[in-house]
């Protein structure tokens, strides 16, 4: 079938098969390094959590290979690999956010594209080209059925992740513009999903299985194993069934131009993105301090309504829906003056200290309020009523911090490795003529 104009679908597989490298702008080729960078120490923090434990455990039966996993020593099949990679880069909740979708870009993409690069030599440029197209297809499908779609109770991340990882894999593959279409849509049909699994390990497994899909999804094009090649506007189609409008122009509008993913952005905070307005209301405001326990009489906080019905958990069972409770962030804020990696844990949810003051805190939902405002009112015993608050979104998160966050990271989760080096690395990335050189770098030596 001819390529047309008329089909999204189409017209998004051929613009991946004709895009080059050297049209894209340096601006938007730093923010895919700082992408890529990002996700390599989120993996890598998460590589040896007792989560990715678990997960190695269940796997272990079925997914033998030579797909060397980043940060650890196991190896397995690349579909299983990829599905490895963005559990653990996505268990800690640290990763990057496109605030106006909701997605974590890179997860899907760069796990599925590591465990590709396992299976044949990929340069340091032709991978950030495949990220940056993954990233870019993701994003504009997803601000096509925004904001129905995850409002919806759809996760996003997953259920538009998985396009992403089928247009980067496919793009490493060089598929045919027919055979990209056709892995758009064996994405499609294998998309899902649902914030219901938000709090739970199945939240890191929701996106985990987004990048092994769509792994397959270019595997099985790459084989002319055939699919709807115009799902994304078709009857029953991708947007009809999970979208909540019609497509517009600006699905395609300005492709190679304007970069949807150069908008990426990079959490400061290890957890949900919706607590993260709450969270530098508390932190940075001037004035900021920590307060004892018994010095607090009550505190409100007022959010945006989606940000109170998706955040608001009095009392976390454990550390992964610390990261999705409103009350939790704000206690370990004003209670600790920070906001790392070692305050969502299952310690941290547990603490009685930190559940007191968790009891003192009541969430309201506010329409005035966008989701990246927030304001917060602790009311003290002595009578003093101090407020806090958060009017836009926060700032791009600079080199150094990114930086820092790495280091942070790699202490956390891969000791054994060593992050200047990793950065060495990173930093001449783009002149790499194989990747797998950069992930070998991270395996334990026994």
């Excluded at 730093?30 to 890529?36: E, K, L, R, V």
């Excluded at 294998?190 to 595997?219: C, D, E, F, P, W």
């Excluded at 010095?295 to 959010?303: A, G, P, Q």
């Excluded at 603490?351 to 968790?358: F, G, N, P, S, Y």
């Amino acid at each position: 079938m001819g390529i047309s104009i008329l089909s999204p679908t189409h017209a998004l597989a051929q613009w991946v098969v004709d895009s080059q490298w050297a049209d894209v702008d340096v601006s938007t080729k730093t923010s895919a390094a700082a992408s890529w960078m990002n996700w390599l120490g989120c993996a890598l923090g998460g590589a040896n959590s007792p989560e990715s434990d678990r997960l190695i455990r269940a796997l272990a039966p079925f997914g033998h290979g030579d797909s060397q996993l980043v940060g650890r020593a196991e190896k397995f099949d690349p579909a299983n690999a990829a599905l490895i990679h963005a559990f653990t880069s996505n268990i800690l909740d640290f990763d990057d956010t496109h605030w106006p979708t909701g997605i974590h870009p890179a997860g899907t993409v760069a796990s599925a594209l590591v465990a590709w690069s396992s299976q044949t030599i990929v340069s340091g440029e032709d991978f950030l080209h495949a990220f940056l197209l993954g990233m870019e297809v993701e994003c504009r499908i997803g601000l096509a059925v925004s904001p129905g779609h995850y409002e919806r109770g759809w996760h996003i991340t997953a259920t538009c992740g998985v396009f992403g990882a089928a247009i980067a894999v496919g793009r490493l593959m060089q598929l045919s513009s027919q055979q990209m279409a056709w892995a758009i849509g064996h994405a499609a049909t294998q998309s899902g999903g649902l914030v219901a699994s938000l709090g739970s390990m199945a939240k890191s497994l929701n996106i985990a299985h987004a990048a092994r899909n769509g792994l397959m999804a270019a595997q099985l094009a790459r084989h002319s194993i055939t699919a709807n090649d115009r799902v994304l506007e078709a009857r029953f189609g991708f947007n009809e069934v999970m979208g909540s409008r019609p497509f517009d122009q600006g699905l395609c509008e300005g492709l190679g131009q304007n970069w949807i993913a150069a908008d990426n952005t990079f959490k400061p905070y290890p957890c949900g993105f919706l607590l993260h307005p709450t969270l530098e209301a508390c932190l940075t405001s001037a004035g900021a301090q920590i307060y004892a326990v018994e010095d607090i009489e009550r505190i409100t906080v007022r959010v945006h309504p989606l940000s109170q019905m998706r955040a608001d958990r009095i009392h976390p069972v454990d550390g992964l829906e610390a990261k999705l409770s409103l009350q939790h962030a704000v206690a370990v804020a004003l209670l600790k003056g920070e906001a790392g990696v070692r305050v969502f844990t299952d310690d941290a949810a547990n603490d009685l200290v930190v559940k007191a003051c968790r009891e003192k805190i009541k969430i309201t939902g506010d329409e005035q309020l966008s989701t990246d405002q927030a304001k917060v009112v602790i009311h003290l015993n002595n009578g003093q009523v101090i407020t806090r608050v958060m009017n836009g979104a926060q700032s791009p998160m600079s080199s150094k911090a990114l930086e820092n966050k790495f280091r942070e990271l790699v202490a956390f989760g891969a000791p054994h490795c060593n992050a200047d080096d990793l950065l060495e690395k990173l930093s001449k990335f783009i002149q790499m003529a194989n990747i797998a050189d950069l992930i070998t770098m991270t395996v334990p030596s026994s």
